[in-house]
């Protein structure tokens, strides 16, 4: 019997995630962080939208959002986008310099269940895996940090999750993930592809019109002929 589709209840679950131009540096000192966390609460109040997960990096950062109605997505990222490059260049001095980003916003529809745990497992990891910390407690910019060290202020930016968080979840965050795990991820990341269950994704890639992201990748191969063989 074939698996059903699933779908979180009231949307459908986004990992998102934008770079530096060139991969360049976006946030260089505490204040890079904090204003881009100022602009996330602050579009908050204009453009609702759920916030299960994020991570700031170096250059870049990861969110797992989970928007409620069609086009809150992209109306919450734009206005995002919008507002943190006009700090970032004004507070820069590099107004009307250039790019911050390297283009616009990455989107990866992911599957509820165990697909949403290792993703928001994958985007918390972050700091840990690039060795700027040695405890994961210690990185002041991720929801990990704020679930667990912030104030009841500072929680509210954070939503509830599509299911239930396990227990010593910072334990399942500091564990690796396997190899297939990190594979299917960085795939979905490189294509932009939906990340679950073959049949929920190929459903979705349609639903989304994303089903190039499903196309193998590189020149078709040749078939050799047998002719004379």
Request: net charge positive.
């Amino acid at each position: 019997m074939p698996r059903p589709i699933r779908i979180a209840p009231g949307g459908i679950v986004f990992h998102v995630l934008n770079r530096g131009v060139g991969r360049m540096r976006i946030f260089d000192h505490q204040d890079d962080y904090l204003v881009f966390e100022r602009v996330m609460e602050e579009t908050l109040e204009i453009w609702p939208m759920r916030i299960c997960a994020y991570c700031l990096m170096p250059n870049h950062w990861h969110m797992v959002l989970w928007p409620e109605h069609d086009g809150d997505l992209a109306a919450f990222m734009q206005r995002l986008s919008v507002t943190h490059v006009a700090r970032w260049q004004r507070n820069k001095r590099c107004v009307g310099d250039g790019h911050v980003y390297q283009g616009r916003f990455k989107s990866f529809p992911v599957e509820t269940d165990d697909y949403f745990y290792q993703v928001v497992r994958y985007v918390e990891r972050n700091p840990l895996r690039a060795n700027l910390v040695k405890d994961l407690d210690e990185w002041r910019w991720s929801s990990l940090w704020r679930y667990r060290q912030g104030t009841v202020s500072q929680k509210r930016l954070l939503s509830s999750w599509p299911v239930d968080r396990p227990r010593k979840w910072k334990c399942h965050v500091e564990h690796p993930q396997t190899e297939s795990e990190e594979a299917a991820l960085q795939r979905s990341i490189a294509r932009g592809s939906p990340l679950g269950e073959e049949a929920w994704v190929r459903r979705i890639a349609e639903q989304l019109n994303l089903s190039s992201t499903l196309a193998t990748r590189g020149r078709p191969r040749k078939v050799r002929s047998t002719r004379n063989a």
